[in-house]
């Protein structure tokens, strides 16, 4: 009688030949996770820079000097490189996605997240070409990061459920996208109030210090997300 799943029969040949492309491309989603996360740490640093360079100027970039010309790269690089940190998250995105629960608002959420990440990738190679506005492309990128942080919020959280992720790991990445969240509906707030008003500034304030360590937290929950696929696959 023959015994499908010994490694010479071509049961065991195919499940051999898939579990190693399975191994492999978890390798490649792990590398990706984590060259996501330092991409976006890489392009906050450009972002300072920016502003350190914004500061030194007064607050108003000259061209045709040293600190102007670096000013508008330091702007270039933090667009072109978070966008390819963006780029790099959607690998990542695709392969939490098999490990989801089949529901429509599980598939809505997985559409919305790809397609946020998806516009933030091509968002800063087109603003530094000149083919998309400054004024257009600001709009469409916090409304693609609030997508963003509310799919860490509830991808997270159906895995942690679901026992697909350490909880730990899933537990962080449901805080940083719920602090996002509301560090962005804080500062929305703020914007009722008069404009520069000493209450608009207090609420400003708030917002920032809920949703800045939420921001910052995102790569780091990619590069561990990244190891712990490393250290699953073997």
Request: glycine share 14%.
């Amino acid at each position: 009688m023959e015994q499908r799943d010994t490694p010479g029969s071509p049961e065991g040949v195919r499940k051999l030949v898939e579990s190693t492309a399975g191994k492999a491309g978890a390798r490649l989603v792990s590398r990706l996770a984590f060259a996501a996360g330092v991409t976006v740490i890489l392009a906050n640093l450009f972002l300072i820079a920016l502003y350190a360079l914004l500061g030194l100027q007064g607050g108003s970039p000259e061209g045709g000097t040293l600190l102007g010309s670096a000013f508008h790269v330091a702007g270039s690089a933090s667009d072109l490189v978070g966008s390819l940190a963006t780029a790099f998250m959607i690998p990542a995105a695709l392969f939490l996605g098999g490990r989801l629960p089949r529901r429509w608002a599980v598939r809505l959420t997985q559409a919305a997240g790809l397609t946020a990440m998806a516009l933030l990738s091509i968002g800063g190679p087109l603003l530094v070409l000149g083919a998309l506005a400054f004024d257009v492309q600001t709009p469409i990128a916090i409304g693609a990061w609030i997508i963003l942080s509310l799919w860490l919020l509830l991808v997270n959280r159906w895995l942690r459920l679901s026992n697909a992720l350490p909880y730990r790991l899933a537990r962080f990445g449901e805080l940083v996208g719920a602090g996002f969240l509301a560090g962005y509906a804080v500062v929305g707030l703020g914007l009722l109030l008069p404009w520069m008003s000493w209450p608009q500034l207090v609420v400003f304030g708030v917002g920032v210090l809920v949703g800045l360590p939420a921001y910052l937290g995102i790569p780091v929950w990619f590069v561990l997300l990244g190891r712990h696929i490393r250290v699953s696959v073997g």
